[in-house]
């Protein structure tokens, strides 16, 4: 299921700039996260599983990583190193500059994406990522921000607001480092109302990528615990993919979408079951977009 003609997916974006499929392999450095150890915070998001984690191989080198998950996909004659699990940027520089380097050393590795807190982006970091960026590398800063109310962040003890946010999306323009922003639809307290303000205030401040999750309860997280108790439940996928579409259709068309929906291995995935495969969300949100319009229609209808 392919949404290319209708959303200008990562898919796309690389196709147009590389002339064929390029694709992502999932490392895991090994790095810790803030919001864990009590630096900024002890438990971590609700919403997180050490689990999801523990399932890639975060003792492996590097290079074993990257072979590995290049015989795992499909063959592709391009790849972008994506430093995934935890808070990729939390450690000294120094040890960034030689994991960074390590992992774009083959010349079949064309980009870097990272994946990060809001408030563990340092200027040197920034700084360090640029320079891939003018030395022709794609680069992506891939910011968790999950929703833009506080009260929502809070809830969900991200340990950082809406400003922290606003302030590394600032940096990371004046540097030139492109950001993908994280969001998650359906997390406790929310209503779509909130993901289209979420939304908007993202694109107000300047993000060039999003990536789209669904709320989904993983095993080890506290979130699984209140679904145990029926206190939350994730979102259906009638309403997601509504949801979605609706976010999509909002959105100015040169924006790239870096995912609309998420998946999760079992046993890790409690709920909701819809996210055990890509393709029920896919088929979905496509179904919504064909029927309602593409990426930018609602801007156009609205300009007009
Ligand atoms: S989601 Fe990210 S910031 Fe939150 S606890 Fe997990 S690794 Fe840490």
Redesign the pocket.
Known sequence: MNLDDVVNTLGRHLKARYGERVRKLSLNAGFG????DGTLGRG??T??S?LS?AADDGDAPLAQQLAERRAELKRAARYIAYFQ???NTYAEVETLTRLYAEATASPDVVGLAVGT?PDCVPDAVLALLAGYRERGYEVWLEL?LQSAHDETLARVN??HGWAAYADAVARARAAGVPVCTHLILGLPGETDAHAVTTLERVLDAGAEGLKLHPLMITRGSRLAVAHKRGEIEPPELPAYAALVGELIRRTPPELVFHRVSATARAPTLVAPAWCSTVWPAMQAIRADLDLHGGQGTRLQATAA
């Open positions: 996260c803030p919001n864990r971590g998001c919403f997180c050490v984690f699990a935890y808070t807190r968790g991200r340990g």
